[in-house]
């Protein structure tokens, strides 16, 4: 007898069941003030998240594995309840989803940064004097017209320095490296070990960005392109397959909302204050059975390694929770997709914490958010893809497993 | 294109950052005196490692698995970050490396026990009588002279009744069963269910037993030998090839020395006290990025059953700490490979207390080293194998894993 492993929590999945809010604040684990011993969240005042952890399981996940640090792509992943380190998102594809391009089957993605490079090639600034956003389209623009035999060929703006192409097109293959060399001084690198079923794609790029050189030579500050991030979309089946819920994201920032639509979820329009993401929620809330909900500048601040400010947005996450609860979720399940301490001035691999609020909820002790007191929460240390379990258990979305 | 799934953290470790020590003191781990309820780590007095508890984020590692109890081999492999079930290291293996023997690919390496057996032939005394040293030195060097058809042959002392066979040629290999029988009054095992491609190295071992017994046939105890562990080195990326780091090991006793060996640390030579461990530190702390550094009395007084001693062990280990922080590592993990408690005179699958000092560690609140301490520290309860990868984030050498 063939007994295939089922994939759990796939399995027992239900389509009925409570409404469930994942709520996100990004970056939101931290390290101590070496004043106070205080971290971000704890040194905040967060009156909301205190209560909130009050009636909730609380405790700690792990977002990839111990001592990883993730980068916002598997991190929200595995919040999302997949193998983040199985099935890895390309950049390209990311920020195509990012800015709600319909990225089909076997497109081929591509992360662009303007940058400047001098009479010899090297690159002088590699965001180009960060250009503003309206310079970064018209470049775009000019760029989109570029033609290349028997493929189409799509250039968006992003932000700032940062744009997309796709190319579309059969036998296209993702893979190639990086073009940027991380470094000022050098020239864009070449692609290098080029797999035969690459072929085809690399020299498609190399015209492009011959063509594109030429187009931006006069340009004083974006006069080069680098590639990073050349991927094709997974294959992976969607939340709404695996899980058996109508799922909504609600989120700002391009990245959050590209994940979330490649697996499958609808994307709201755009939010980001408390204000919109509580009004998105509310005027959403009939439509869908899982919220997805992104707040970015616990992690911004924290890449800025300002602490008082990250303190400051840590406040400002603090009064989202109230407009949740506002709506009556069943489950609401609060946390931070990875830790960027302000002390580290990047993300990092330290335990996240996480209060899950719910009527079945196993309610611990803890009275206060934070990563010292919910290090002896009830849920103990965990991994970030148990969350997703953990929240369809508690709105009774899932049957019991074998008889 | 086919992304393999990478393989953590070797996929983001990097050539810079700080220096790791890992300092194990074996069978670390204990279990409470029913007199006082103190555990042999909580009965000793440990100034300096509960004053690392206080500087440090604590926790509690499982070696291999929740009720498995390892031998030395797979707890140091699993310290190291190597899944210790699914690559198994013969004990003929890491005898032969311990007494830095150089094993090349494809030899079969057998740990030797001298015994004493009976007219009939069957064992008296496993150990035969436990020979001193210079008995079995003697002995190995008559062994040595055996000559078999198309091999070469190596028989080398390690201490009192043990010996190292190594067979080197051509379509050799490991697995065969071992020949002690485990108990006396019964001759030594046969070998069985040999299959066809172990069938050459049977019947060279059975040649070798055989001129052997011939040779010792007149000695009044060691007049046999058994077989245990016969092994070939197993096919693994080196410590250097996975973390990019410099390593090297500082240890007295040879099985540890052989196993850092195996994983391509640079094994420097033999200390044993805290003196000797901390000199032999400072001496080498400009040339390598990672120091392994074992401590061995914390273990063999636990398996002597004697608390007391283990409580004075665990005081002696107690000095080496400060001589390590003395040269400034950027991270500090202290902990054992596995628990040995002198209740139960042998190794255990009790969790074994970790402390991680370095400047980024979420230090929390446990202000002293020990088992009960620790089960409520922030790093929670961790599997042995993912300690390699906190160790190298705290040092700064892990890049972020996805974009």
Chains 1, 2 share one sequence.
């Not at 991030?229 to 609600?250: C, K, L, N, Q």
């Not at 980001?272 to 616990?298: M, N, Q, R, S, V």
């Not at 609060?334 to 996240?352: E, F, I, K, M, N």
Request: aromatic residues 6%; negative net charge; contains cysteine.
């Amino acid at each position: 007898m063939n007994l295939e492993r089922p994939t759990l929590p796939d399995a027992v999945a239900q389509e009925s069941g409570g409404k469930v809010v994942l709520l996100v604040a990004d970056g939101l684990g931290g390290l101590p003030h070496p004043g106070t011993g205080l971290t971000e969240i704890e040194a905040a005042s967060t009156p909301n998240l205190d209560a909130l952890a009050r009636e909730s399981v609380t405790g700690l996940h792990v977002p990839i594995a111990p001592g990883i640090t993730p980068g916002s792509g598997p991190a929200h992943m595995a919040l999302f309840g997949y193998d983040p380190v199985g099935c890895v998102i390309g950049r390209g594809v990311l920020e195509a989803l990012g800015i709600g391009f319909g990225l089909a089957e076997g497109d081929v993605a591509i992360r662009v940064n303007f940058a400047t490079v001098d009479a010899e090639g090297r690159i002088t600034d590699r965001r180009a004097g960060r250009i503003p956003t309206e310079k970064c389209t018209e470049l775009a623009e000019r760029l989109d017209r570029i033609k290349l035999p028997g493929v189409e060929v799509f250039v968006r703006p992003v932000k700032e320095h940062r744009a997309v192409i796709v190319l579309r097109g059969a036998g296209l293959e993702g893979g190639l490296n990086d073009t940027d060399p991380q470094a000022t001084g050098v020239p864009p690198l070449p692609f290098e070990g080029v797999a035969r079923e690459q072929e085809k794609t690399a020299e498609l790029l190399r015209a492009f960005l011959g063509a594109a050189a030429e187009m931006l030579k006069d340009e004083p500050r974006a006069n080069m392109l680098t590639l990073r991030g050349i991927s094709t979309r997974p294959d992976i089946p969607t939340f709404g397959e695996r899980y058996r819920v109508r799922a909504a994201a609600i989120a700002g920032y391009p990245m959050y909302r590209g994940v979330a639509g490649l697996v499958g979820m609808d994307v709201l329009p755009p939010a980001e204050t408390p204000e919109e993401l509580g009004a998105a929620l509310e005027g959403a809330y009939g439509d869908y059975d899982f919220f997805f909900i992104h707040f970015k500048k616990t992690d911004s601040t924290g890449e800025d390694g300002d602490f008082d400010r990250k303190v400051a947005a840590t406040e400002l996450f603090d009064t989202v929770v109230p407009r949740v609860l506002a709506v009556g979720p069943d489950v609401l399940l609060v946390t931070g997709d990875h830790s960027t301490p302000a002390a580290l001035a990047s993300h990092s691999w330290h335990p996240v914490p996480v209060a899950l609020r719910a009527k079945s909820a196993r309610v611990d002790a803890v009275d206060r958010f934070g990563e010292s007191a919910f290090a002896s929460g009830g849920l103990g240390v965990v991994r970030a893809t148990d969350l997703m379990a953990l929240m369809l258990a508690h709105a009774g979305r899932l049957a019991k497993f074998g008889a």
